[in-house]
């Protein structure tokens, strides 16, 4: 794409981190402070975030935008799917909050207002906001269930405590 400016690049007058900051938006950000941040035996697992490029840690993304689901219908409660999180040795969660707005907004996946509120609880209960400055918090904008302040704050990490908080 010519609006692209990927010579700038190529010819050496932005630097590589800078293109995929351009590129990538919060991803990239995110995953550089998984890589910067997270023990070097952290385990990530994706919420509405298929790709795992870049991450240095060992990740499970979420493929096919459905793991909030599987994890609903397969362990129904958030203390259940905190436990069975643990059990899996994961350490820590990537949410793309811009993902799941987006997932709300347009109804193409069946998540719904109480799918959106359990992860809340799951948040309130059991993770602590290690990256990302607005807590998850779900609103209505045009007449739809959303991630407030997702465009702004597209991804947030949490460690995954040991009990409920």
Same mark, same amino acid.
């Given at each position: 794409?010519?609006?692209?400016?990927?010579?700038?690049?190529?010819?050496?007058?932005?630097?590589?981190?800078?293109?995929?900051?351009?590129?990538?938006?919060?991803?990239?950000?995110?995953?550089?402070?998984?890589?910067?941040?997270?023990?070097?035996?952290?385990?990530?697992?994706?919420?509405?975030?298929? !790709?795992?490029? +870049?991450?240095?840690?060992?990740?499970?993304?979420?493929?096919?935008? =459905?793991?909030? %689901?599987? @994890?609903?219908?397969?362990?129904?409660?958030?203390?259940?799917?905190?436990?069975?999180?643990?059990?899996?040795?994961?350490?820590?969660?990537?949410?793309?909050?811009?993902?799941?707005?987006?997932?709300?907004?347009?109804?193409?996946?069946?998540?719904?207002?109480?799918?959106?509120?359990?992860?809340?609880?799951?948040?309130?209960?059991?993770? !602590?906001?290690? +990256?990302?400055?607005?807590?998850?918090?779900?609103?209505?904008?045009? =007449?739809?269930? %959303?991630? @407030?302040?997702?465009?702004?704050?597209?991804?947030?990490?949490?460690?995954?405590?040991?009990?409920?908080?």
């Amino acid at each position: 794409m010519a609006s692209d400016n990927a010579l700038a690049y190529l010819a050496g007058f932005e630097s590589r981190e800078a293109y995929l900051t351009r590129h990538l938006d919060g991803y990239y950000a995110a995953i550089q402070f998984v890589n910067a941040n997270l023990p070097a035996n952290a385990r990530v697992y994706f919420l509405w975030e298929p !790709r795992s490029y +870049y991450a240095e840690r060992a990740v499970q993304p979420d493929a096919i935008l =459905d793991a909030w %689901a599987h @994890l609903r219908w397969q362990y129904h409660d958030v203390d259940s799917i905190a436990a069975a999180l643990r059990e899996r040795g994961y350490t820590h969660l990537l949410l793309s909050r811009s993902g799941l707005d987006f997932m709300l907004q347009t109804g193409n996946d069946p998540i719904t207002l109480d799918d959106a509120r359990a992860l809340e609880a799951l948040a309130a209960r059991h993770l !602590r906001q290690i +990256y990302g400055k607005t807590p998850l918090e779900t609103v209505t904008r045009n =007449d739809k269930p %959303a991630v @407030l302040g997702a465009a702004d704050a597209p991804y947030a990490i949490y460690e995954i405590t040991e009990q409920a908080q």
